[in-house]
């Protein structure tokens, strides 16, 4: 076998390395295809403004003129400049089950790493912390997300074997909606909502939340500033988030606290499952794949938690306790039965520890690995 790697560097080579993945899982029921254009979007520098902040290179592994394998090297700058480190990100990787191709893909993005003068490198990760990341190691037989990757078992142990060992820990659960909503939680929702001068944000449509939505982003920034690879949004980034997100989400699934003073102190975004709707459209929406979208956001039995934020001056306080109790509602008008609450840091004990009230279980774990040049 003669593996050879080139580097992505036409709108053709692109379109080959976001296609690699259709075809590695084309036929597993538990992947979950991106759409296609949002991922063309994701790496071209003219529309993704992470690359005012980043420096990347992607290659495709090629065996006999097929494509084998793919990886992608993130150097974020701000991320670097915040832990004071030169640190480079590994991160869209796919490759078949050989270890001649695994190698060649690691060692072509760690060569590029080392000449920019990095120290070491890490991942999956991607442009930013909004982009899934953390390699699957438990969990292959459970439905994934549109928020995470999806991987086969195979790569955990082609990583570990170049040398990689685990930085840190997601854990994700799946929970039961109860049938009512836990009496302590409810209590402890009305106190605190009381104690502090807070109150649920009413609105009907997409249209009356919009104007909360960058100030939703600006406390994510500060609920997150601390958070294991987080680097802070621009005004660009989260002009883009709103664009495309918000356009989907529906008001109800989507909790926003509000002090006297009418400003968010917390949010959670929450949402139907989009998993089955996205495999049926296949990496399209159009002609037929936005139609799968509908009905799933119309009725499902099942739901996503995606983020949630507690401005830092409002932190234990029990302002969670009052969007668990308003998603729990929610979820029950929808006949919303099971509820994934996608990749949690394993040292977020205070996140974690919410779902203590709720019957689950903690189903999916994934890794970001680290390698020293």
């Known amino acids: 076998m003669s593996v050879t790697t080139k580097e992505v560097l036409t709108k053709k080579d692109l379109i080959s390395f976001i296609k ?7 036929g597993n029921k ?5 759409l296609l254009q949002e991922e063309l979007k994701n790496f071209n520098k003219e529309k993704n403004p992470a690359f005012q902040l980043c420096e990347a290179k992607y290659w495709i592994a090629y065996d006999n003129n097929q494509v084998v394998g793919r990886i992608a ?6 991320y670097n ?8 990100r590994f991160g869209y990787v796919d490759f078949i089950d050989d270890k001649n191709i695994s190698s060649v893909l690691f060692k072509t993005a760690e060569d590029w790493a080392k000449q920019k003068k990095c120290e070491s490198i890490h991942g999956p990760l991607g442009f930013t912390d909004m982009d899934p990341e953390g390699m699957l190691v438990e969990g292959f037989d459970e439905l994934g997300t549109i928020a995470t990757i999806y991987n086969y078992p195979y790569y955990q142990v082609h990583i570990e074997n170049l040398g990689y ?9 799946e ?9 302590k939680v409810e209590k402890l929702a009305a106190a605190v909502a009381e104690r502090y001068k807070l109150r649920v944000l009413d609105v009907k449509n997409q249209k009356q939340l919009l104007p909360y939505a960058h100030e939703i982003f600006h406390v994510l920034n500060s609920a997150y500033a601390n958070i294991y690879g987080f ?8 002009d883009l988030y ?3 997100y918000f356009g989907f989400i529906k008001p109800g699934f989507v909790p926003v606290i509000l002090n006297e003073k009418n400003e968010v102190v917390g949010f959670g975004i929450t949402m139907p499952s989009l998993s089955k709707a996205f495999q049926k459209a296949k990496g399209r929406l159009f002609p037929f794949g936005f139609i799968h979208i509908l009905r799933a956001i119309k009725k499902n039995d099942r739901a996503d938690l995606y983020l949630t934020g507690v401005r830092p001056d409002y932190q234990d306080k029990g302002v969670n306790a009052i969007m668990m109790y308003e998603v729990t509602k929610v979820f029950k008008e929808h006949n919303i039965v099971w509820v994934e609450s996608n990749p949690e840091l394993e040292t977020n004990l205070k996140v974690r520890s919410q779902w203590r009230f709720y019957e689950g279980r903690q189903h999916k774990r994934r890794r970001c690995y680290i390698k020293e040049l």
């Open 73 to 78: 090297c993130i150097i974020n700058k701000k």
């Open 165 to 173: 060992r685990k930085d840190i820990d997601w854990v994700e659960y």
């Open 81 to 88: 400049e915040k832990v004071s480190k030169n640190v480079a």
């Open 20 to 26: 690699f993945p259709y075809k590695l899982y084309n």
């Open 175 to 183: 929970l039961l909606t109860p049938k009512t909503v836990p009496d």
């Open 30 to 34: 538990y992947w979950v295809p991106p």
């Open 242 to 244: 709103v664009k495309q």
């Open 231 to 238: 680097v802070q949004l621009t005004e660009e980034q989260i």
